[in-house]
């Protein structure tokens, strides 16, 4: 809630010292369902108390009059179309991003790749950093199947080729290393998922060794000793 924030920073000003800083809080809302806007101030800002003392009453009115409206700084993506986006933005990165989080939050196909990466046409490839390309992919193949991962990811390469077709290494490349950092994360987490089920595989067979041993006369804690289990879990066997 933007009131929170305002109000944590002013609450540091006031202990430093320091005068209160002057504020402009901007609002991005992804779109994924209507914003009326019915109560905006209070549904950002929060509800006053139902009962205030006169004191308290007289300060909040006061403060009123420093509140500040969202009405002008409110990004909706819920209220744009493709048009409205293309029109009211200019810079390709920024609309290509407004275009799939639009998408993305109404549960759009990701058929629409070649849209957003048309608008990189003219975007310098120095500007295409691997942050970026990674947001951005994020939201293009959120949508999309598992089994078609690859083929998403090969459309994208493909319509950037016809925007940068030199791009060597530049929005392609970063795909690619962000592809190959995603594999490796996959990989790792299958090795920590082997490593798991061995481990429970082997004590499992601890306790049946244990359970074993216990019918004989050796005493629970040599049969702790041999195993490795503690003494408590052998005597609950």
């Not at 790749?113 to 992919?137: E, K, M």
Request: proline residues 5%; hydrophobic residues 40%.
């Amino acid at each position: 809630m933007p009131g929170k924030h305002l109000g944590s920073i002013w609450e540091a000003d006031y202990k430093q010292k320091a005068g209160y800083q002057l504020l402009f809080p901007v609002i991005f809302y992804h779109g994924q369902k209507a914003w009326p806007y019915d109560n905006l101030l209070e549904e950002l800002m929060g509800s006053a108390p139902a009962v205030l003392d006169e004191e308290s009453a007289n300060t909040l009115r006061a403060l009123r009059r420093y509140q500040p409206s969202f009405e002008y700084v409110l990004i909706n993506l819920h209220d744009y179309d493709d048009d409205k986006i293309m029109g009211t933005f200019n810079e390709g990165m920024l609309r290509a991003s407004l275009l799939a989080m639009r998408d993305y939050a109404l549960g759009e196909p990701v058929r629409r790749i070649p849209r957003y990466i048309s608008n990189l046409q003219g975007v310098a490839l120095s500007d295409l950093s691997l942050s970026f390309v990674s947001d951005l992919a994020k939201y293009i193949m959120a949508l999309g199947p598992e089994p078609e991962k690859m083929d998403i990811m090969r459309e994208i390469k493909e319509e950037t080729i016809k925007i940068h077709p030199s791009d060597q290494p530049g929005f392609v490349s970063a795909l690619d290393a962000w592809n190959r950092e995603k594999e490796e994360a996959a990989r790792e987490a299958a090795k920590i998922a082997a490593k798991e089920a061995a481990q429970q595989a082997s004590y499992r067979e601890k306790l049946a060794i244990a359970r074993n041993l216990k019918s004989t006369e050796i005493s629970i804690s040599a049969i702790s000793v041999a195993t490795g289990l503690p003494i408590e879990v052998i005597e609950k066997l």
